[in-house]
C-alpha cells in the first residue's frame, strides 16, 4: 500500500479566529468549521475527554491546513511564541506564490513580520513571514 497524497497539517493555535484569517488573507480557503468532543476523540488522539473547534483550510491545489483550538484539555505551550528556526520541531509551511512582493506586503498590512527574504540562484525569490502565534510561513516564486 503506498501513500496517495498528503492531506493536510495540523496547527494548534490559541486565537483561532486571528489564524484562519491570517491564512485566508494569504489565500487559502476555508473549507469549514466544528467543534468536536468527547472520550472518543481523546482516545484517537491520546488525550482525555476533548472538546476542540477545528477549521479546515485548503491552497487552491487542494492542500490542507487544519487548525485547532483546544477548548479542553488547555493547549500546551512548548517554547516562546517567536521560537527561531533551528528549534526542534515543524518550524514552517511554504507555499509557492506569483508577485512576492506583493503577497509580503498585503500580509504586513495584516500584521505580519517579515523575517527576511532572498534570492535563490536564478531560481526562485524567496521570504519568510511571521504571521499569529509566531507561526511561520515561507513564500516562494519561481523565477523564469
Excluded: C, W
Excluded at 518550524?91 to 506583493?102: N, T
Amino acid at each position: 500500500m503506498a501513500i496517495k497524497r498528503m492531506d493536510n497539517i495540523l496547527i494548534v493555535v490559541d486565537d483561532l479566529e486571528a489564524v484562519k484569517a491570517f491564512f485566508v488573507e494569504l489565500g487559502l480557503e476555508l473549507e469549514g468549521q466544528t467543534t468536536v468532543e468527547g472520550p472518543a476523540i481523546g482516545s484517537l488522539i491520546g488525550l482525555g475527554d476533548v472538546r476542540a473547534t477545528l477549521a479546515m483550510l485548503r491552497t487552491p491545489d487542494g492542500q490542507g491546513i487544519e487548525l485547532d483550538k483546544f477548548h479542553t484539555p488547555d493547549a500546551v505551550r512548548f517554547g516562546p511564541v517567536d521560537a527561531p528556526m533551528n528549534t526542534l520541531g515543524l518550524r514552517r509551511v511554504m507555499f509557492a506564490v506569483d508577485g512576492i512582493d506583493a503577497v509580503v506586503a498585503r500580509m504586513q498590512a495584516h500584521g505580519a513580520e517579515l523575517m527576511g527574504r532572498m534570492q535563490y540562484g536564478e531560481s526562485y525569490r524567496l521570504a519568510y513571514i511571521r504571521g499569529p502565534e509566531g507561526i511561520i510561513v515561507a513564500l516562494a516564486e519561481q523565477l523564469g
